[in-house]
Nanobody, 124 residues
């Protein structure tokens, strides 16, 4: 059975930094592309970052470029998201996803496996 478990969320002041982690089990980690999504109150779930199987390709949603850094450790089955210069609008539940079926990576329906999410709250 596939499990994705996010951690690292919390309450952070605007301008601060945070590192989210996602530990994956139940699949061959180094053969799966991965992504981070977020779901803010009153908004649809949106893709924030994508990373290819070997980490050579990364992609970001425009509003997070230059502040978010996605990375993976295939030896530890772990996906990470480092967030700098947090803004109030980054407040959301953050989810990791695996099992990409192809197409536009930011489309939620194209990902098969999801974690339960970790809450990030940015105070001003």
């Amino acid at each position: 059975q596939v499990h994705l478990v996010e951690s690292g969320g919390g309450l952070v002041q605007a301008g601060g930094s945070l590192r989210l982690s996602c530990t994956v089990s139940g699949l061959k980690f180094d053969t799966y592309s991965l992504a981070w999504f977020r779901h803010a109150p009153g908004k649809e779930r949106e893709g924030v970052s994508f990373i290819s199987v070997n980490g050579a390709l990364t992609m970001y949603e425009d509003s997070v470029k230059g502040r978010f850094t996605i990375s993976r450790d295939n030896a530890k089955n772990t996906l990470s998201l480092h967030i700098d210069n947090l803004k109030h609008e980054d407040t959301a539940v953050y989810y990791c996803a695996a099992g990409f079926s192809g197409g536009q990576w930011y489309e939620t329906g194209l990902w098969h496996y999801w974690g339960q999410g970790t809450q990030v709250t940015v105070s001003s």
